[in-house]
C-alpha cells in the first residue's frame, strides 16, 4: 500500500511515503513554534520527490500523540481533511510505538520512548521486540520521570529515545548505570508511522476521519482552564 505519513508531535515534523515497510521518502524539519507552514511543505516536497501526486497515494497516517498539543492538532486536521476529500483509509498510530520502533536493533532489550510533556513530566511507554512488532510492557501514559523509569526492569539492556529521554539523560543514567543505552537516531518518525499504519490498514483496522482523536495523556492547558473555572 502506498501511504502518506504525517507527524507533527513534537518540534520534530515529518512527512514520508511508505510503500512495502520501506519509506520511499520522508521530509524532516525542526519547527522553533507551529508546524502550520512547515507541515503543508513538507506534503508537497515528499510527494514530489517521489515523483506522485496525491491521488496516486492509497491511504494516509499520522501520528496522535502524545506531544505538543497544538502540534498533534495541525497534524489531526491536516490528515483528517485529506481523508475527508480524497476517501483513502485512514490510521491513527502512537508516537511513542513509532519512536520505539526506531530502536528495534540488534543487543537491545528494552525499548523507551520518552517525550518531554513539560511540567516536570514525560509523556512514556515500554516495548519489547515481538515477532509481531512490539509488545508493550509499561503502560503509555504521563508520568513523573521517576516514576516512569521505576517501572522499567532493573536486570536488562534499555535504549531510550525523544526528546524526553534527551532531556532526563542524567536521571537516566544515574538510575541504571552502564545499563541504559542512548542510539543515534534521529527523532523524526514519519517512515516509522507509516510502517506501522500500514499494518493496521492491511489488517483492516482502519478509521473514519470522524472517529480521528488526538492521544493527550493528560488535559491540555484550554481544558485545565475550563474545569477551574
Given at each position: 500500500m502506498l501511504l502518506l505519513a504525517v507527524d507533527t508531535t513534537t518540534r520534530f515534523g515529518s512527512v514520508a511515503v511508505v510503500s512495502g515497510g520501506e519509506a520511499r521518502a520522508e521530509v524532516n524539519y525542526?519547527?522553533?513554534s507551529s508546524h502550520s507552514r512547515q507541515v503543508f511543505r513538507a506534503v508537497d516536497e515528499v510527494l514530489r520527490i517521489v515523483g506522485l501526486k496525491f491521488d496516486d497515494l492509497e491511504g494516509l497516517a499520522v501520528a496522535a500523540g502524545p506531544g505538543s498539543f497544538t502540534g498533534i492538532r495541525i497534524g489531526l486536521s491536516l490528515v483528517k481533511a485529506l481523508a475527508l476529500a480524497s476517501g483513502r483509509p485512514l490510521a491513527a498510530v502512537s508516537a511513542l510505538e513509532a519512536l520505539a520502533g526506531k530502536l528495534i536493533l540488534p543487543g537491545i532489550?528494552?525499548?523507551?520512548?520518552m517525550i518531554?510533556?513539560?511540567?516536570?513530566?514525560?509523556?512514556?511507554?515500554?516495548?519489547?521486540?515481538?515477532v509481531a512488532g512490539l509488545k508493550e510492557i509499561v503502560e503509555p501514559g504521563a508520568y513523573r520521570p521517576a516514576d516512569f523509569l521505576a517501572r522499567l526492569p532493573s536486570d536488562?539492556?534499555?535504549?531510550?529515545i525523544g526528546t524526553g529521554a534527551a532531556l532526563y539523560r542524567s536521571t537516566v543514567e544515574e538510575r541504571f548505570s552502564g545499563r541504559a543505552l542512548?542510539?543515534?537516531?534521529?527523532?523524526?518518525?514519519?517512515?516509522?508511522?507509516?510502517r506501522i499504519a500500514e499494518k493496521i490498514?492491511?489488517?483492516?483496522?482502519?478509521?473514519?476521519?470522524?472517529?480521528?482523536?488526538?492521544?493527550?495523556y493528560r488535559p491540555s492547558q484550554a481544558e485545565e482552564k475550563k474545569t477551574v473555572r
Open positions: 525542526v519547527s522553533p532489550e528494552v525499548m523507551a520512548p518531554d510533556a513539560r511540567k516536570g513530566e514525560v509523556f512514556a511507554g515500554a516495548y519489547r521486540p515481538d536488562q539492556i534499555i535504549a531510550f542512548f542510539p543515534d537516531r534521529s527523532f523524526h518518525i514519519a517512515a516509522e508511522v507509516g490498514l492491511a489488517s483492516g483496522g482502519g478509521i473514519s476521519p470522524a472517529e480521528l482523536q488526538p492521544i493527550y
